[in-house]
């Protein structure tokens, strides 16, 4: 079995190859591998000390843009957020409400991505089928 240093350096050329690093920033990555792996092989719980971070890395004001809906645990856009918050972070819409203190208005989804959804359901007719459903079901 290859050892934590081995593996450390595997894990940093295969970094490097997708990430352009400085010097300084080759030797710290390196050091953080190396000590995170020895504590694994040691048997002790290392913890991201970057996601359970309570600041969010994306202000509330560019979080919430036209086109795209920023995350603010880990700075990715999307047109929505529920799923990644769920998959990635594991955390409901809730808690994520809550941690960033986003009011129930504020939508979770990017406004160009809810206009066309509205657009889409009033070109169909959901609307109109909807007040039929509910005045047939009053009905009984």
């Not at 050892?3 to 920033?25: G, R, V, Y």
């Not at 913890?47 to 809906?69: H, L, M, Q, Y």
């Amino acid at each position: 079995m290859a050892t934590s240093t081995e593996l450390a350096a595997q894990i940093l050329s295969a970094h490097l190859a997708k990430t352009e690093m400085t010097k300084d920033e080759m030797f710290a990555e390196l050091n953080e591998l190396h000590n995170t792996l020895s504590a694994l092989e040691r048997g002790e719980v290392v913890v991201n000390t970057d996601e359970a971070s309570d600041e969010p890395i994306v202000s509330r004001k560019k979080a919430f843009g036209k086109d795209k809906i920023f995350c603010m645990i880990c700075g990715k856009g999307f047109k929505t957020l529920s799923r990644h918050l769920r998959t990635a972070h594991d955390t409901t819409p809730k808690d994520y409400r809550i941690q960033f203190d986003i009011p129930r208005s504020q939508s979770l989804a990017s406004r160009n991505y809810s206009e066309s959804r509205r657009q889409m359901a009033i070109d169909r007719g959901l609307a109109d089928n909807l007040a039929k459903a509910r005045a047939k079901k009053k009905k009984k």
